[in-house]
């Protein structure tokens, strides 16, 4: 028998905040990444749920589908999403190559300053009634939300190691989760008085703050990277397509990918169905960006109270299996009453279950496996799992959407049962490759003392 393992006792925020400086930094970081999203997140999913062609397609896109007798209006998401995933295959190589060639201290800032200067276009093009701009935004703010929390959590996995991400990242999601329940409220309050244009600005201001923490942070990047005998300041290398070949190789970061893709099938299908109910109930743009941020805070809401209460004690105490399983058990029966009763209010509370267990379960167990892979593995292979697969995984089932809707709510709801049960097995297979992996990635165990003044 084992002698018992002694842990020093669990240190509250304010404790855990005077023992690690990074954890400020790192919780101011997320928190204004995702306000800065959140801010501009209800707007696009108006513009997504919008009975107005016009006001999403360019004009001569519209007339294209007119000359040959199709109601673009019908496919408002489904022309959305496939473009996104489209823009997004074009990207990766963009971003391998930017990761391959360049240190972390340039490509970091460089995909920030990328963002804020679209934002600074987009206000131009709201402002000039630019033709198109409802589907430039929404396909935009997609590939924004996944390659910024994307290059966020790459950054972390270099910040903390595995026992510190075990300790701090229930804590890091708060802190997110706080912004993403601050940004909608700010576009409620502000949306009527400054107008979508300039909520553009508001989102620049807290993307030049999460410049700030970058710089801040790389000190204690660089500290944590040499016990681990990386060298994050110098670039990468290797091919832009090494993120695929890392996949198909790793059983790991294989069952990531299958735990995402079907991960998103559940979302999507839940998506598409709350957009059906908005194009219904709320037909005017003011009304369904209401109704989208009061989704967007319950969502906040229920995700601060498990992150802060359940998150941290249960990746401690038993790791990630139970953060991974408890989400897709739940989505399962959710999924069951809902292809019983497909009520609009029974969706929109599955809908905000589903999004809550996965950013203060789900997200913070699959962001700790990444502390315990190569820095290749976190900056290429991570990036195609949350780009690439993350749309191939919207765009098929947006259509799969499509083609079940004809034959009602709940043939998609029993068919999302399908889904979810892929889901399950993807955590499933994510367990069983952590639960062999080593105790660290590189040897050398990192001192307790390693989070405090960087050198």
């Known amino acids: 028998m084992r002698p018992p393992v002694m842990t020093p006792p669990r240190p509250r925020l304010r404790a855990a905040l005077a023992e690690s400086p990074p954890l400020w930094w790192a919780l101011l970081y997320f928190f204004c990444l995702l306000c800065g999203y959140y801010v501009l997140r209800p707007v696009r999913d108006a513009m997504g749920a919008s009975s107005d062609a016009?006001?999403?397609?360019?004009?001569?896109?519209?007339?294209?589908?007119?000359?040959?007798?199709?109601?673009?209006g019908e496919f408002t998401l489904q022309v959305l999403f496939s473009a996104t995933f489209v823009v997004m295959l074009l990207l990766q190589p963009l971003y391998g190559a930017l990761v391959s060639r360049f240190p972390r201290r340039v490509f970091l800032p460089v995909v920030y300053l990328i963002f804020?200067?679209?934002?600074?276009?987009?206000?131009?093009?709201?402002?000039?009634?630019?033709?198109?701009?409802?589907?430039?935004?929404?396909?935009?703010?997609?590939?924004?939300?996944?390659?910024?929390?994307?290059?966020?959590?790459?950054?972390?996995?270099?910040?903390?190691?595995?026992?510190?991400?075990?300790?701090?990242?229930?804590?890091?999601?708060?802190?997110?989760?706080?912004?993403?329940?601050?940004?909608?409220?700010?576009?409620?309050?502000?949306?009527?008085?400054?107008?979508?244009?300039?909520?553009?600005?508001?989102?620049?201001?807290?993307?030049?703050?999460?410049?700030?923490?970058?710089?801040?942070?790389?000190?204690?990047?660089?500290?944590?990277?040499?016990?681990?005998?990386?060298?994050?300041?110098?670039a990468i290398?290797?091919?832009?397509?090494?993120?695929?070949?890392?996949?198909a190789a790793d059983p790991l970061l294989r069952g990531l990918a299958m735990l995402m893709f079907f991960g998103v099938g559940v979302g999507t299908l839940l998506y598409n169905e709350q957009a059906a109910i908005v194009r219904q109930y709320y037909p005017t743009a003011e009304a369904a960006t209401r109704y989208y941020?009061?989704?967007?805070?319950?969502?906040?809401?229920?995700?601060?109270?498990?992150?802060?209460?359940?998150?941290?004690?249960?990746?401690?105490?038993?790791?990630?299996?139970?953060?991974?399983?408890?989400?897709?058990?739940?989505?399962?029966?959710?999924?069951?009453?809902?292809?019983?009763?497909?009520l609009p209010l029974l969706i929109a509370t599955v809908q905000v279950m589903t999004r809550a267990s996965e950013f203060s379960l789900a997200k913070p167990a699959r962001e700790t496996l990444y502390t315990r892979v190569s820095r290749e593995s976190r900056y290429k292979a991570k990036a195609v799992i949350d780009t690439a697969v993350y749309r191939g995984g919207d765009v098929t089932?947006?259509?799969?959407?499509?083609?079940?809707?004809?034959?009602?709510?709940?043939?998609?709801?029993?068919?999302?049962?399908?889904?979810?049960?892929?889901?399950?097995?993807?955590?499933?297979?994510?367990?069983?490759?952590?639960?062999?992996?080593?105790?660290?990635?590189?040897?050398?165990?990192?001192?307790e003392h390693s989070h405090g003044k960087p050198s």
């Open 54 to 72: 016009s006001a999403v397609f360019p004009t001569f896109l519209l007339d294209w589908a007119a000359t040959r007798g199709i109601a673009l």
């Open 116 to 234: 804020i200067v679209c934002l600074v276009g987009f206000r131009w093009a709201f402002e000039t009634n630019l033709s198109g701009r409802g589907a430039l935004f929404f396909i935009w703010i997609a590939v924004f939300n996944l390659f910024a929390v994307t290059v966020f959590w790459s950054f972390m996995a270099d910040v903390f190691d595995n026992e510190h991400a075990k300790r701090y990242y229930g804590y890091i999601g708060a802190g997110g989760t706080i912004g993403a329940f601050v940004g909608p409220f700010i576009t409620t309050m502000l949306v009527g008085r400054i107008g979508v244009a300039n909520l553009t600005l508001v989102s620049v201001g807290f993307l030049c703050v999460c410049l700030l923490c970058i710089l801040k942070l790389r000190s204690w990047a660089r500290r944590n990277e040499a016990t681990r005998a990386e060298q994050g300041e110098q």
């Open 237 to 247: 290398g290797g091919s832009i397509w090494a993120g695929l070949k890392l996949i």
């Open 293 to 342: 941020s009061i989704i967007d805070w319950a969502v906040a809401s229920l995700t601060i109270l498990v992150q802060l209460l359940l998150t941290r004690w249960l990746l401690r105490r038993y790791g990630v299996a139970p953060l991974l399983l408890l989400p897709a058990v739940a989505i399962l029966i959710g999924f069951a009453l809902l292809s019983a009763s497909p």
């Open 397 to 447: 089932f947006v259509w799969v959407h499509k083609a079940l809707s004809a034959l009602g709510s709940q043939v998609v709801f029993v068919a999302g049962i399908g889904i979810a049960l892929g889901m399950t097995f993807g955590a499933w297979r994510v367990i069983r490759a952590e639960r062999r992996l080593p105790e660290q990635p590189a040897p050398g165990r990192p001192p």
